[in-house]
């Protein structure tokens, strides 16, 4: 799930791990710490319209 932080007023508390990027490994990187236990707050500067399609896109679950 995608959350503009831009319009919100709290983040998540105490992250394990804060990750800035988005790409392909920063991505990876964060699934692979929340695989392990760790609370992983990814941070991206894209597009701020969230939209029914981008949110569908970024849509995960952790399996295993």
Do not use: C, Y
């Amino acid at each position: 799930m995608l959350t503009d932080f831009q319009n919100e007023t709290q983040f998540p508390r105490d992250p394990d791990v804060i990750v800035v990027g988005a790409g392909a490994v920063d991505l990876a990187l964060a699934v692979d710490l929340a695989r392990a236990g760790k609370r992983a707050l990814l941070f991206e500067a894209g597009n701020h319209d969230l939209t029914d399609d981008s949110q569908a896109f970024f849509a995960s679950r952790l399996h295993g």
